[in-house]
């Protein structure tokens, strides 16, 4: 059984924090990822995290957020900071197995809502 179970969506103000959690149920990951998606808009990267730790990150981040990794439990987190009002979107959870071309399995994304 293969699953990518996130957490920590909600509802924060304009410019506070929320943290994001993604855990891989049923395999290794590799590289890991966060997308999301606003209503009526294409999916984008959020930001990506590798197997060796290397990161990258959408330009809009702008250094806000932080995204690290647990390989022991299999899970990753993304530390979002400064949230803008624009940033209300799904986010997905994204990850293939280690050593595999994979493009991946999606969680079934968690909503974050920015208010102002």
């Known amino acids: 059984q293969v699953e990518l179970v996130e957490s920590g969506g909600g509802m924060v103000q304009a410019g506070g924090a929320l943290t994001l959690s993604c855990k891989a149920v049923?395999?290794?990951?590799?590289?890991m990822s966060w997308y999301r998606q606003a209503r009526g808009k294409q999916r984008e990267l959020v930001a990506t995290i590798h197997r060796t730790r290397i990161t990258e990150y959408g330009d809009f981040v702008e250094g806000r957020f932080t995204i690290s990794r647990d390989d022991d439990k299999n899970m990753m987190s993304l530390q979002m900071k400064s949230l803008k009002p624009d940033e209300t979107a799904v986010y997905y959870c994204?990850?293939?197995?280690?050593?595999?071309?994979?493009?991946?399995?999606w969680g079934r994304g968690t909503q974050v809502t920015v208010s102002s």
């Open positions: 049923g395999f290794t990951p590799g590289s």
């Open positions: 994204n990850a293939g197995p280690l050593r595999s071309s994979n493009t991946g399995w």
